[in-house]
């Protein structure tokens, strides 16, 4: 989200002729941009700091402004923008939902950090080798984020916000069909 945020900033501001929408392209984000009113008006945006102004008549404008400029202007807005996620990724003894030695001893990392945050969202999604069928994995999937969920609840997790999904065999991070992969047997467990 942060990565978003820093690559656009998206502002209503007041001006003399009245409402208009502000586009700043920021460093460390992905360019090019395209802005595009309803009216159908496009502009790309594709050097930092190069901006696009859309007017109430639709038209767009485009322009450039500097760092110090965006600072004294949107400063606080940029300050409070969130810190972005951190991926956890731990990895499960096959066909169950025990983790591996390696993955048990990453656990207190990944409460200080939910710590370290405060009050945070935890995604928890599970996932499985592609052996086995879809009624077998998506199931085992499902039952991994929740030994996670369980494990650190216990551990003392103080989470605002925990989403537990299961994805089974469908997002391997190696391809390998019918064979068994360490790799794709894990909980991704995304802190915001």
Known sequence: MRALLLL????????????????????GGTAPLTITTAQGLSLTLDTVYQTATARPSGRLEAGITTAEIVQARYGAVLQATPEAGRLFTLHFQ???????????????????????????????????????????????????????????????????????????ARAPLVDAPGEPNATNRRVEVLIR
């Open 8 to 27: 656009v900033l998206l502002l209503a501001v007041c001006a003399c002729a009245g409402p208009r929408d502000y586009v700043v392209l920021l460093p």
């Open 94 to 168: 096959t066909g169950g939902t025990t983790l591996t030695p390696e993955s048990q001893a990453e656990v207190p990392g990944l409460l200080a950090e939910v710590v370290r945050r405060g009050a945070v969202e935890l995604e928890i999604t599970g996932h499985t080798d592609q052996q086995g069928s879809d009624q077998v994995n998506d199931p085992l999937s499902l039952a991994r984020a929740e030994a996670v969920r369980t494990l650190l609840v216990a551990q003392g997790l103080t989470a605002t916000f925990v989403r537990v999904v299961g994805r089974g």
